[in-house]
């Protein structure tokens, strides 16, 4: 039944009249006629008949209206949590992120988030290339995203992109490396080493290719690992070097690492939360971007 009508019904079943209703609903009272005539027309039962000069309900009418009482109440209460959901970070959001990503932002981010009372976050990781990323927003709320800074944008013509972070990529030594002790390394001191990289498509070997290309050096890739913490045991036990995001690797005092920039060439991945376009009007997506970013502000000081 159309709720439109059900509300004129209920109208003119507590105001008396045809007049009063259309008063009350801020139309003419040949249009709550028409309403009214069209609401028993689709139910198939007479719900007004004749009183003196006007309409009164039928047994009929008045049980309807009881439970019009019921339709409207439980539709004023669905609009009211809808429309809460607008206005406050509510539901939840599903995140896809990359695992060195997750490592650096996810325990703050959710310690962070543990304060809105309603909102839930459902995050996995995903071990993703960004020719992958644009079919897992199909998936995610958002995507945590990594690419080389010199590589293309993601398109933007059906995704939001929110840059999180610039993150540098350092040389990771073993610390009794030779070169270990230096403030920064150039490229061409490293080009007898062995190195650790990650897979074909992925932003630090893309980052590791494009240097090559810039520099005319190339590195000799003897293994390739996805999983960073693999990487750095690999490069502390003095199996290779490997080009390391700063913020993620683990140079803490016994770790076996330090890590270097490179002299002169600006190497880094960006870090990019993207989504479908218009997500970001959902108050609880929006939250937890505004939170990933506090998190990156926090770790990086900035």
């Known amino acids: 039944m159309d709720l439109g009508r059900l509300r004129t019904l209920r109208e003119f079943a507590d105001r008396g009249s045809v007049t009063a209703a259309a008063r009350a609903l801020h139309c003419t009272p040949s249009a709550v006629s028409q309403q009214l005539k069209a609401l028993q027309d689709e139910v198939d039962l007479p719900l007004t008949e004749p009183a003196g000069r006007g309409l009164r309900l039928t047994d009929a009418g008045r049980a309807l209206v009881a439970r019009a009482d019921e339709v409207l109440a439980a539709v004023a209460r669905a609009e009211s949590e809808l429309e809460s959901y607008r206005s406050v970070p509510r539901g939840r959001v599903r995140v896809a992120i990359f695992q060195s990503a997750g490592l650096m932002l996810l325990p703050g981010l959710l310690t962070r988030l543990a304060a809105y009372e309603g909102l839930d976050v459902d995050v996995r990781d995903v071990d ?26 993601f398109p933007s013509d059906r995704l939001d992109i929110v840059p999180l972070l610039r993150e540098p990529l350092d040389v990771a030594l ?48 003897v293994q390739r690992i996805n999983d960073f913490r693999i990487t750095e045991r690999l490069v502390a036990a003095g199996h290779g070097i490997a080009l390391l995001p700063r913020y993620t690797m683990d140079t803490r005092l016994g770790s076996g690492l330090v890590g270097r920039p490179l002299a002169g060439i600006r190497a880094a991945r960006l870090i990019e939360a993207v989504c479908r376009t218009g997500a970001l009007s959902r108050p609880a997506v929006g939250t937890v ?6 998190e990156v502000s926090a770790l990086t000081g900035s």
Do not use: C, N
């Open 128 to 153: 993703m290339t960004p020719s992958e990323v644009h079919g897992l927003v199909a998936d995610y709320d958002i995507v945590v995203a990594h690419r080389d800074e010199h590589a293309a944008d």
């Open 174 to 221: 073993p610390t009794g490396h030779r070169l270990a002790g230096r403030r920064q390394v150039e490229l061409a001191d490293l080009a007898d080493e062995r190195w650790i990289s990650t897979d074909y498509g992925f932003p630090v070997d893309e980052v590791l290719r494009s240097l090559t290309v810039r520099t005319g050096v190339r590195p000799v890739v």
């Open 289 to 294: 971007i505004k939170e990933f970013r506090a």
